[in-house]
């Protein structure tokens, strides 16, 4: 990729400020055309390949590092899965590994026994942690020495091994856009990094008036909208007030008319009342009345049953007398009839 000339950015500030325009009271944003190509400008800058030995060598330095830093945060991972491995890595990779792992332990068992009350003890132990940081780097340039020897092997095990710790891949990053910058602040010429530099004054001049604007016309709406919603404000609470009375005006009516019908109503509860313990009176007395009736109806049924018993008897008495005296007459008729006879033939 081709680099830029760098003259072309001169005058880009005073372009911008001849074709800003107004937004809203003042405020003055630069066109999106110019934005744009600055921006693009800077981009190619950063994308284009070093121009000097001094910038390759520095930027293959910093790739290097990169490179190195990548395979060394997968070191821990490779170590946890060196069985898997083994075959891929070769004897010699995976007994450095072993090495390493080993100086790794001894490192964290030395760590979690550091104490800091025993001077001597501490002392010792210090110069311990110092002749192992020293091995551990070592054992970390063999083993990186030796993966970049057989670059497939490397973009094998990037592939293969799992993902890095979080705060290597965030070191590494950081490391990525730090080689970034630098390649950027190598391939910016003196004139270029003034006018970046004047280029950047100039927006932070236009964000600070800007912001200055904004400041003003928020306090200004702020105040507006205090001013419009004080009027709503009073609006809203006549026309509250003015319900408020008329919803008295109707509560008072209302409650009048409620006194009224609950007055009536008390007078017709208690007449009602009154109707009921009459008419409980009178319901004992027509009770009474039919009970009465009632015993009446029974003795006339039985004075009736009793008279037609009697008439009966006395009709049966009678028939039976008149039956008794018309025989005892056929009886003494024959007596006479016997007795006439007798005299007759006695004579």
Same mark, same amino acid.
């Given at each position: 990729?081709?680099?830029?000339? $760098?003259t ?13 325009? $107004? ?6 944003t ?19 390949? $070093? ?15 990169i ?11 490779i170590?946890d899965?060196l069985?898997?491995?083994a075959d ?34 501490a ?16 054992s ?34 950081a ?9 950027e602040r190598?391939?910016?010429? $003196?004139?270029?990094?003034k ?8 927006i ?12 003003a016309?928020?306090?200004?709406l ?6 419009r ?20 005006a109707?509560?008072?009516?209302k ?83 016997k ?9």
């Amino acid at each position: 990729m081709e680099t830029r000339n $760098p003259t072309v950015l001169q005058g880009s500030s005073q372009d911008v400020k001849q074709r800003n325009k $107004p937004l809203i009271k003042g405020i003055q944003t630069p066109k999106k055309e110019v934005i744009r190509l600055d921006a693009v400008r800077m981009l190619d800058r950063s994308q284009s390949k $070093p121009d000097t030995h001094e910038t390759q060598r520095i930027i293959s330095v910093l790739d290097e590092t990169i490179v190195k830093l990548e395979l060394s945060s997968l070191i821990p991972c490779i170590i946890d899965s060196l069985d898997r491995f083994a075959d891929m890595l070769g004897p010699e990779i995976t007994n450095d590994l072993i090495k390493h792992q080993k100086l790794s332990s001894e490192m964290e068992h030395l760590l979690s026994s550091f104490q800091e009350e025993d001077t001597t003890r501490a002392e010792e132990q210090r110069g311990c942690l110092c002749l192992l940081e020293q091995h551990l780097k070592s054992s970390v340039r063999n083993v990186l020495r030796l993966l970049l020897a057989n670059p497939s092997l490397c973009q094998a095990l990037k592939y293969e091994v799992c993902a890095r710790q979080s705060s290597a891949e965030v070191f590494i990053k950081a490391f990525r856009e730090f080689r970034n910058l630098m390649h950027e602040r190598l391939l910016t010429s $003196p004139l270029e990094e003034k006018e970046k530099i004047r280029f950047t004054e100039d927006i932070s001049h236009r964000i600070k008036k800007n912001t200055e604007t904004l400041t003003a016309l928020r306090a200004e709406l702020a105040a507006t909208i205090q001013s419009r919603d004080e009027k709503k404000k009073c609006k809203v609470e006549m026309e509250i007030e003015k319900w408020i009375q008329k919803y008295d005006a109707d509560m008072g009516e209302k409650q009048a008319e409620y006194e009224e019908l609950y007055a009536l109503y008390s007078e017709e509860k208690a007449q009602v009342s009154l109707l009921q313990e009459k008419h409980a009176v009178l319901i004992e007395e027509y009770s009474q009345i039919e009970e009465e009736r009632r015993i009446r109806q029974k003795k006339k049924e039985q004075d009736l049953e009793e008279l037609t018993t009697m008439t009966l008897a006395a009709t049966r008495i009678q028939a039976f007398w008149r039956g008794y005296l018309v025989r005892s007459l056929f009886k003494s008729k024959r007596k006479k009839k016997k007795k006439g006879r007798g005299r007759n033939l006695n004579k």
